[in-house]
């Protein structure tokens, strides 16, 4: 009969660490997928991979941020300490730490403060890559007969610029793009314009310009992509935006800045009157020239019989001595031929003499003695050292063999008065003298 397992209390669910990070970060994914966080950002780090890492913070909390490199760089300006910012993106949760982040797609910064922030930063990088560089921009074309213009289609800046081209030099061909200058979508319909302009080759120069305004209102022209268009643009590009006290980035890109989308128009090409007076002054500078030409012809034509003459013994002479010079350099050459033979021979003779010289045989003898001398000092040391060798164990056993080792023992060698040895009493009679030899010194004694 089958037992049946009973289970009392509620089921638990059991997750894995990473099991219940992955779920938190999909409930988090889910519900904040596209969010704006406003904050001061802190702690801004940007590391090898391109990546940058900040905290966002109010004066009660804060959250970390992620920006991968893909979206930073389209971020009108990177991230710094203490700017106050609106970020978008959503919540993610970084698994290995199990913290949740704000991946951040975008930066627009709160306040004017903020917005001079961006355009110093922009600045300061363009001017880094050498885009406001003198050298870089192109001259504006003296008469420009097609002339480009970027900018709104209603609006007193367009009616000013026509009429004063008008004026100023009649029959111009002018093209207007219409183009927002201001507020969503300007960005991309002013770098439209460019980019027809430049793809076209239809105008000599363009004109880029805007009525004034604040800060805010300018500040399609602060963009990083208009400023580049600017740059590709393959014609000359004037920028005139807002009043003459107002600088943008397009202004330090352009090829030439106006202080007025007017003074744009006056810079753009000259009047006719003054073109005629150009043509007038080189009409007379032309004839002048004519003239002296024509002066100088004549005085040639009279004297040319006596400069023809002169021209032929002129020549002949520089023929002359054209011959004269040859022949000198053919001696000089010569000459120094014959000298280089006769010091390679005087060299020659001069090795032979002192191959020759008794001072050198003699030297060459005294290293032959020097070496044999030294070879056969070398080999009496050998011999020596070898006899030696064999001479100090001889010496030693000689030395083990002395009687004077018995008397370093305590003994002593008694001789009478015929020098010989007493071995027995009967050598040293009684009233005898005898000598006794210690080990070091002598004893004289005399015998009871």
Not at 157 to 185: C, K, M
Not at 280 to 301: C, P
Request: aromatic share 6%; charged share 25%.
């Amino acid at each position: 009969m089958e037992q049946l397992a009973l289970t009392w209390g509620p089921t638990r669910t059991t997750y894995t660490v990473a099991q219940l990070n992955a779920r938190i970060r999909d409930l988090l994914g889910t519900e904040f997928d596209d969010i704006w966080v406003a904050g001061e950002i802190s702690g801004v780090r940007t590391v090898s991979s391109g990546h940058c890492y900040f905290t966002l913070k109010d004066h009660n909390a804060q959250i970390r941020c992620a920006c991968f490199r893909a979206s930073l760089r389209y971020l009108k300006f990177k991230p710094r300490d203490g700017v106050a910012v609106l970020a978008r993106g959503h919540i993610d949760l970084y698994e290995a730490r199990g913290e949740y982040q704000l991946l951040v797609e975008a930066l627009e910064p709160q306040g004017h403060g903020a917005l001079q922030f961006a355009f110093e930063q922009l600045k300061r990088k363009l001017a880094e890559e050498g885009l406001f560089e003198a050298a870089r921009k192109r001259a504006i074309p003296r008469l420009p007969r097609r002339i480009g213009i970027v900018t709104s289609p209603t609006g007193a800046v367009i009616r000013d610029i026509t009429q004063i081209l008008s004026r100023r030099f009649p029959g111009l061909h002018i093209r207007l793009y219409p183009a927002l200058v201001q507020g969503e979508g300007s960005i991309d319909a002013v770098c439209r314009a460019i980019e027809y302009f430049s793809s076209s080759n239809w105008p000599d120069v363009v004109i880029l310009a805007r009525g004034g305004g604040s800060l805010e209102d300018l500040w399609t022209f602060n963009e990083e992509a208009v400023a580049r268009a600017i740059v590709a643009c393959s014609v000359p590009v004037i920028s005139a935006i807002g009043h003459e006290t107002d600088f943008t980035i397009a202004d330090f890109v352009a090829d030439l800045r106006a202080p007025t989308p007017s003074a744009a128009a006056e810079l753009a090409i000259c009047t006719r009157e003054q073109l005629l007076e150009q043509i007038g002054v080189s009409e007379h500078k032309l004839l002048q020239s004519i003239r002296y030409r024509l002066a100088m012809a004549a005085r040639r034509l009279q004297n040319q019989g006596v400069e023809r003459a002169s021209a032929v013994f002129h020549r002949n002479i520089g023929r002359q001595q054209q011959r004269v010079d040859e022949l000198e350099y053919r001696l000089r050459e010569r000459a120094n031929a014959r000298h280089a033979a006769g010091r390679k021979r005087l060299e020659e003779l001069a090795a032979r003499l002192r191959s020759l010289d008794l001072r050198l045989r003699f030297a060459a003898v005294r290293r032959r003695l020097d070496a044999a001398e030294t070879a056969l000092g070398q080999l009496a040391r050998l011999r020596l050292t070898r006899a030696r060798g064999g001479l100090n164990p001889l010496i030693a056993h000689l030395t083990q063999l002395s009687p004077l080792k018995i008397l370093e023992r305590g003994y002593a060698i008694v001789t009478n008065q015929a020098a010989r040895i007493v071995k027995e009493p009967a050598e040293a009679p009684a009233g005898s003298e005898v000598n006794i030899r210690l080990a070091k010194g002598a004893i004289a004694a005399k015998v009871i």
